[in-house]
């Protein structure tokens, strides 16, 4: 019988790596699972073929430091393992050209934006993460998308997602994953963001017959109808079937049952553009 | 050892190969479909059960539904034809309800010859819930779905009707708290593919009922645990502002009449009906009061006493 001469570091490292191994195993087989029995996916489709690779990684690498074995049977495992992540690779790059993944972490590392894009139909569908790296479909966005997604976290909790229809119009679809009401109640953007504020060449009004902005010297006006609201954190102003600009509030915006106005609070305006632009912080004026 | 661990190896190397491939041939794999996930599994399921034979929930009547089987189905003859609804039955009691899922949820729904409509949440995540209508004009040949708002959460209080063909309202209340919530009301003008909000009344407790008499009246009447008084609002701009009601209340009704429900017309006054509320028990508990406004609900003046089985 051949002696295993394996040093003591490399059966500690080889367990490590062997258990990592059979836990990625257990995870593809879990995934399994909860995907036709709870209807989750992955947060990114990637994940899938790159967990593969690393499980089989982590197999090569528990056999060579565990097992002693000779150079052919090191040469033939090394080259079975090329060839599968070769395979996976292959696979990887088919379902990039049926699936399109759009997954962005929160500027505090906290909240992961997922969007999965079906290029065969331009059928967008935003996903709620859960448990880390799987998400659920939370839900479709209204119209099929033509191009690119562009993503812009507005805040820590708000993710502003623009894209342009196929028939070109403008569109934006916000997704929050918070609140500013201490999570009590249900309440109104645009109700809470009543007043005046102020920004870098921009005011913007909002009263009871909607809000108005101005941006230098440009007045546009929008109806409370023409207003969108997604969770409790942001609104979207629309002008002719088509998104404009999106207004959310920031952190240190407080929700109050009595309405209360606070002058050090902010929201941030958006506009609605494929083209490079920034959010503009307002400050609120006091009346 | 040494077979062992191969032997794991090649089986789990073999299982993640084939398993890749599964997957490679089914991109839909990767995407699932926040509507289509629980009709799937929603028709699994009843497909698995004995499909029973449909009964009409009211005999009496020949337009009536059946919600059996997992389905909602109404018909237009007594039971003799059936068309399916297309909305999960969970969704009609999605939200804040505890009551009975044999039955609809009160004025949840219209269900008359011209038009059949079912108000709806449409996901299981409360914080998410987009309110819906799925309608049909055409006793359920076809149907269309509308967006009344997103998100709502915790849908308690729902209200449905129509006026005309193309004049309705919804009523809705949700994200309750003990007994604080946000009560709101919609107007569409055009059957109901479209919904307009309207303002809502600075008025956190509980909705009991509400409705509109025309395209600019209408009411939300709250108040539904331990009111001492009705609290009746009104609109008379489509809900761009409400005011409360005034009621000229007889002392002998004080704290005996004090929840209204939605005021209906009468020639050029309006009239509406005053409960006692959960614990009322003036003559029996079941007794309202009947009020009459000749000013389109600002102030109500009281009428007569109304037995139970007159107001039916």
Redesign the interface.
Known sequence: MKQNNKKGWQKVVGIIVLLIGAGLFCLQLGYLYVQSNYQMAYIDHRLFYFINIACMICLLLAILLLLSTTKKFNLISTGITVLFIAAQLIMLSGSNQLVKSVTMLSPDKKHVLAIKEDLQTNEVVYYRPYFGIFARAQERLPASVAGELKVEWLANDIAAVTYQTIGKSNRQFIATYGDRGGRTSYYQVGAQIHGTWQGENVELISDPEGITITTDGETEHFNWENTQQFGTLAIILEKDNEAAWTISLDENFEVTSDMTQYTDENITLYRATMDDNEPVKLQRQSE | ??PL??GI?VL??T???I???I??QK?A???????E?DIT?STADAEEEVQEELQPVDYNEPISYSLQNNKLHITYDSGEDWSEVPIETGQLFSGDYNGPEQVLIDNSYVLTEDRAAFLHAD?A?L??QRVMLTYSTDKGETWEESEII?????LRFRKIDFLDDQLGYVIIS??R?MS???STAFLTEDGGETW??T?SPEE?RLIADGGFVDESTGFLSFGTISPEEPTLYVTENKGDSWQQAEFDMPEEYERVFLIAETPVKDGDQLIVLLDQGPNGDYAGGLVKGEFISDDNGETWSFSKEVEPDETE
């Open positions: 050892m040494k661990l191969l190896s789990m190397i299982i993640l190969t398993t890749s491939f997957v490679y991109p794999f990767f995407m699932t479909s926040p509507f996930i599994e996901t995540d914080e998410q997103h998100p709502f959460p915790g949700g994200s708290t604080q919530e946000y307009q909000q303002n956190t």
